[in-house]
Every structure is written in C-alpha cells, then in structure tokens.
C-alpha cells in the first residue's frame, strides 16, 4: 500500500543509470504534471539509513520538486542492492534515452552486483555476464563490450563521448588499437564532421577498415602506416591504401639500388617502344584474322601485352 513520503527524505536510487537530466524537459513534465495531475502509477522506494531510496521514477519526482509539491504516493517495498540495480536499469532501458557510458556503466554494477550474489550463493562468477544479458534481453557479446567500455574509458575520453564527438563503442575500438593518442584523433575528427558536416563521423568500422588495411600491407610499412593513421594524417581506408602503395614503393626502391646504366636503358627502351607501337599499329588490321585462325596464340599475346601495360603504368 502507497504511504505519502515527504520528499525530503526521497534521495535517488543509489544505483540509478542516468546522471543527467534535461532541464527544459524537466520543466516541460512538471507544467504537465500541474495540468493534468501526477501520472505514471505509483512510485515504489525501499527504506535504508533513515531515507526512502527511489527505485524508479527520478524524473517525475524532479518535476514535482520543481513544483513544490510536499509529498509523494510511494509503495516501500523490500528490496536487495541487486533488485534496485536491476529494476531501475530495466526501466531506464525500455524508455531509452540513456547515453553509451551511463547504460556502460550501469551494466557494469550490475554484473559486479551479480558476481557478489553468485559468490555469495556459492557459484562460478562466470555466469554473471549471462544472468545480466538474459535478464535485459540483451546479447552477451554487447554486456560485455558495455562492461568493456566503463572499465577502459577513463577521465581522459568520457568528455569526447559525452559531448558527442564519437560514440563508445568506436572510442573503445579506437583505443584497443592505437591508445588514447587515436581517441584524441578520432574526437577531433568526429567533431569537425559534427560541425561542418563536409566529413564522415568515425565509427568503430572505420576503425575496423584502416586497421584491415594496416595488416594487409608489407610488414615494412605498417608501423608508419599506423603511426600515421593515429596522429590523423589519414582518415579513411582509401587514403590509407594510397599510402600504403606509396610507402612500399618508396621502401623497394630504397632496398634496390638502380642499375649504374639506367640513363642508357631508358634511352633504348624509348627507341624500343617507339618501334613497338608502329609495329602494333602495322598488325592491329589482321588481328581478326588471328582470332579466327589461331584464337589461342591471340590471347596469350593479349594476357602477356596486359601485363606489359600494368607494369608500364608503374612507371608513369
């Protein structure tokens, strides 16, 4: 049964998800609140220390502070730290709104809740991601990236988050690849796309992709290729694969030296090619005829010539 708490003894749940509440919204609830009458069903709570501890409903008891009001219907129920954590989590998530560190957050006290009950109940702490994920509906594979990302993100990468610059999932993959140093690039990035939207906001497959192609290139090269990557010299995987073509190339010509008389042999090649391509010029009429007498002579000529062109190109 619902007792009228004052609510001045009504503190937060201490394990509630969201630290930031919209102002203006608050306000927005609190003129409906006045109009209409408060809503939403009964508030439950739990008493501890001398205070009801609300499970659920942070909003609606802002707005009614904001109207003064002096008191509140509750239903004091007797609840453990786990059961206040989880239902007030549950709630938060059906009504959405949360941003990727509070839901990482919450995720992450959850399961450190759920570790001390199954150790406490004499099982494996292994089954608290599982006992999490089932219970939200949620994939293992994400509770755990979610518990992932409140452990690693530290004071140093919350603001880039926070202000929307990157999410979390793309500053944890930024960080397991290349540190803090390329969070800080990635937030410089996410926040030029944010403001002048003439730029692709980063995301965990971007970092997926640059880091693809950082393995497929000549171990040589990949070290500066990354270094590069990381300080925000390039951006997006085909800059990267430019790059990458450009560093190998200038590496083989590093480990080769030229020949002493490659002044002489590009003169002789240009006699050559000259030559070449009037005797091309001289055949193509009667490359139909080869085709129909002899088809495979034909191709073998055109496989080897193709061959000769993508070299060439090179030299371009």
């Known amino acids: 049964m619902a007792k009228h708490i004052p609510l001045a003894e009504i503190v937060d749940n201490p394990f509630q998800p969201r630290t930031k509440f919209d102002q203006d919204a608050l306000r927005s609830l609190a003129d409906e609140m006045k109009a209409e009458g408060f809503w ?73 809740i759920t570790k001390t009950e ?25 509770v755990s990236t979610l518990c992932k990302i409140s452990v690693s993100m530290d004071n140093k990468n919350r603001p880039h988050i926070e202000a929307g610059h990157l999410t979390a999932k793309t500053a944890l993959a930024a960080k397991d690849w290349g540190g803090d140093a390329y969070v ?43 270094a590069e990557i990381i300080a925000g010299d390039i951006s997006t995987p085909q800059e990267a694969e430019q790059r990458a073509r450009r560093l190998a190339a200038s590496h083989t010509r590093r480990q080769k030296e030229p020949p002493p008389d490659l002044k002489d042999v590009l ?30 002579i034909g191709e073998r000529f055109r496989t080897e010539l193709r061959k000769l062109i993508d070299t060439a190109k090179k030299l371009l």
């Open 40 to 112: 939403g069903g009964t508030l439950q709570g739990r008493r501890k220390n001398g205070r009801v501890e609300l499970v659920y409903g942070h909003r609606r008891l802002r707005a009614l502070r904001l109207l003064r009001e002096p008191s509140v219907p509750i239903e004091l129920v007797d609840l453990t730290d786990a059961q206040m954590a989880m239902r007030s989590l549950e709630e938060n998530l059906q009504r959405e709104g949360l941003t990727d560190l509070e839901k990482a957050d919450a995720i992450k006290r959850a399961v450190e």
């Open 267 to 296: 003169v002789r090649w240009t006699h050559q090619v000259k030559d070449w391509e009037q005797q091309m010029r001289d055949v193509q009429p009667y490359m139909d005829y080869v085709d129909d007498e002899a088809p495979a």
């Open 118 to 142: 199954l150790r406490e109940a004499g099982k494996s702490e292994a089954h608290a991601i599982t006992t999490i994920a089932d219970r939200l509906g949620l994939a293992r594979e994400w």
């Open 184 to 226: 800080r690039t990635l937030a410089k990035q996410g926040k030029q796309a944010k403001n002048e939207g003439s730029v692709s906001k980063p995301t965990h497959m971007t970092v997926a992709a640059l880091k693809k192609v950082v393995t497929l290139a000549p171990e040589p090269v990949q070290e500066k290729l990354k």
